[in-house]
């Protein structure tokens, strides 16, 4: 049986799209090229992506308003394509639609990927799921929307092609994506560095309290929902950049973004500049994941006892 992607694609007639938990750039943008590239195949196919509710500032993306984030009858579909996704744990309550597909397709790039679905392409070399995606699909089948959505997955893994993950192969798969004359800038302000005034000055209270731990190598903060409220933000979506903030601080190699959620427990975020320390496997300690510069996980309601917990990790790693 051939279980190359287009040929899943072809034999299926429902086709269900699935990403992690807390969806994040890479996640929005190869779920909704893979939703374009589908309905441009074939129209008449029923495609349908779940996911938790993604940021707003992916809302110019292609196929955004069709996202299904909300609860729904379970269904069983031709075909589910998982995409960005390390494990089955990380896919969350969509979980069951996986579980009930007839066939199934995992597009990753994380090394923490032991593999799952009938067939799979999981390549860490990939800087992002949106770049290994890019090889995959039929090029004469690429438009503008399933380029632009290809390209704000790449940026958003990258970090606008900072990231040690950027190769070669990185910058060309971009440009390519760029030729389509979208404006390519636009869509960096918009969905990486802009925004509001609300979270402006939320950001501002949470730099005045940053803490230095490993002897200043490591830098944090945190925020408590009473301050988030405080200032309009009642979502952590609207927290996504603080934690790139916080990691360009002089002399630090590792950072970390811990806030509250509405049951009293805490959402981690961290980053690193140097191989010395993974925090993909300092995320994993927590049941959560990533990439090794780049992770999150969640943590308890006593937050100063779990960020001693993750000050241990960095510092071990820092020792070694």
């Known amino acids: 049986m051939n279980r190359t992607l287009d040929h899943m694609i072809e034999r299926a007639q429902t086709i269900c799209v699935l990403g992690h938990i807390n969806p994040d750039g890479d996640c929005v943008g190869s779920t909704l090229a893979l939703y374009n590239y589908i309905h441009r195949t074939d129209p008449a196919k029923k495609v349908t992506v779940y996911l938790e509710e993604p940021s707003s500032k992916f809302a110019f993306l292609p196929g955004f308003e069709k996202i299904v ?8 579909y031709d075909l589910c394509i998982v995409a960005d996704c390390a494990d089955t744990a990380r896919i969350g309550r969509f979980v069951n639609y996986l579980e009930a597909a ?13 593999g799952f679905c009938d067939a799979r392409v999981i390549d860490p070399e990939s800087s992002s799921t949106c770049e290994l995606l890019y090889g995959l699909l039929k090029k004469d089948r690429i438009d503008a929307d399933i380029a632009r959505c290809l390209y704000t997955g790449i940026i958003h893994d990258t970090g606008v092609f900072k990231h040690s993950c950027t190769s070669p192969k990185t910058m060309r798969v971009a440009a390519k994506c760029m030729k389509f004359g979208f404006d390519f800038g636009k869509i960096i302000d ?51 950049g603080f934690i790139d903030n916080i990691r360009t601080t002089d002399g630090t190699v ?6 509250e959620l509405p049951d009293g427990t805490y959402r981690g975020s961290l980053r690193s500049s140097t191989d010395q320390v993974n925090v993909a496997e300092i995320a994993q300690t927590f049941g959560g994941g990533g990439h090794k510069r780049a992770a999150g996980f969640f943590l308890g309601k ?12 960095v510092e071990e790693q820092l020792t070694k």
């Not at 007839?102 to 990753?108: A, H, N, P, Q, T």
């Open 302 to 313: 006593d937050i100063e006892k779990e960020i001693d917990k993750v000050i241990g990790m």
């Open 69 to 76: 984030s909300g609860n729904e009858v379970k269904k069983s």
């Open 254 to 259: 590792a950072a970390g973004f811990f806030y």
């Open 190 to 240: 918009d969905s990486f560095y802009s925004m509001n005034i609300a979270q402006k000055k939320l950001m501002g209270v949470m730099f005045q309290d940053l803490k230095l731990a490993c002897e200043g190598k490591f830098v944090y903060g945190k925020l408590n929902i009473r301050t988030m409220k405080e200032y309009g933000v009642t979502s952590g979506k609207d927290t996504d």
């Open 102 to 114: 007839k066939e199934s397709f995992l597009i990753d790039h994380h090394f923490t990927n032991k």
